[in-house]
């Protein structure tokens, strides 16, 4: 993936506060998401695959402390209908403080209590939710509005995602005046320009398993590591230190020992040359004295010779 222009946070979609709301309405202490009434998760994928979503949500242009990110939580979204809700499997509102204006952690998110809709919602497709995630149910006019309705027409939640496992598809839905308009990604990343992050699918090992997985992508195309990939890569790069340092260390030992074995080639052959100068200087030596051995036994026989042949007086 190119390198992607980012958007201010700033312009992020923000909730029209100017609701037609009761005089005291509930807030997330009257709301909470446990009902006993509700089925809990049907399944580990709806464990996992939200908080890899959202321990690698980090667009760069927004402070960690002005997400607000949402799993398996009650999203209350209409004042004149207080109990109506939503359950989304993801969803992130930018602008709103991480923790709850009283500094504890949310109970439920109650939109006309936080004044922030969600940016973006993911849902993962069940068999049992499908049809009403994608839009296909036909609702009675006295029951609650389907999450699509909601998400599209009263929170007019700019980015709508949906996952299928089998087959992987992931679909990302943009907010448009005509509504929701599927974005063609041609098999990369879908690009958030307001986020700085693009959304895809990625086919490897996480909690132990290896599937195709939803996963955030940065401006290059790369995957943003959890932190147990942040850490393996780390323990992966230092072992890869350590093995050229290794590597390094080795070729040093390698290169002077080289070194010492070509220094005692060369004094061992500075020793041959050494002694085979000695032999020579010996037998220099050896010839020298044959040689005056030779002239003074010439020299006494040149002298015996004259003593025999000088005349007698």
């Given amino acids: 993936m190119a390198a ?10 923000r909730l029209d506060p100017a609701l037609p709301v009761p005089d005291r309405l509930p807030t997330m202490y009257d709301l909470p ?15 996992f695959q939200p908080a890899l979503l ?25 004042p004149t209908h207080t109990l109506w809700h939503k359950r989304p499997d993801w969803f992130a509102a930018i602008g709103a403080h991480r923790f709850h204006r009283d500094g504890v952690l949310r109970y439920s998110y109650v939109i006309w209590d936080e004044k922030v809709a969600p940016f973006i919602v ?19 006019v006295t029951d609650p509005p389907t999450k699509w309705q909601v998400y599209e027409r009263l929170l007019r939640v700019p980015y709508y995602c949906v996952y299928r496992r089998g087959p992987p598809a992931l679909t990302v839905f943009r907010l448009t005046d005509a509504g929701y308009r599927a974005v063609e990604a041609g098999g990369t990343p879908v690009w958030i320009p307001e986020l700085g992050l693009g959304l895809g ?10 599937m195709t997985w939803v996963r955030w992508f940065d401006a290059e195309g790369r995957v943003i590591p959890s932190d147990a990939e942040a850490r393996a890569a780390e323990r992966l790069g230092e072992q890869r230190r350590l093995a050229e340092a290794h590597r390094r260390t080795e070729a040093e030992r390698a290169r002077a ?47 015996q010779l004259a003593s025999r042949t000088t005349p007698r007086t």
């Fill in 4 to 13: 992607r222009s980012i958007v201010p946070a700033e312009t992020i979609y």
């Fill in 33 to 47: 998401s446990e009902d006993p009434r509700e089925p809990g998760v049907a399944d580990e994928f709806h464990i």
């Fill in 54 to 78: 959202r321990e690698t949500f980090r667009p760069p242009e927004v402070p960690r402390d002005e997400i607000f990110i949402g799993t398996d939580i009650n999203l209350y979204y209409d």
């Fill in 122 to 140: 993911i849902e993962l497709l069940s068999p049992g939710s499908d049809a009403e995630d994608l839009g296909r149910t036909v609702r009675d």
């Fill in 201 to 210: 699918t990625w086919n490897g090992v996480h909690a132990d398993v290896r």
């Fill in 257 to 303: 020992e080289a070194e010492r074995t070509r220094a005692e080639t060369e004094r061992a052959k500075a020793e041959t040359e050494r002694a085979k100068a000695e032999a020579e200087r010996a037998k220099a030596e050896a010839e020298r004295r044959r040689a005056e051995q030779a002239e003074r036994r010439l020299a006494e026989l040149e002298a």
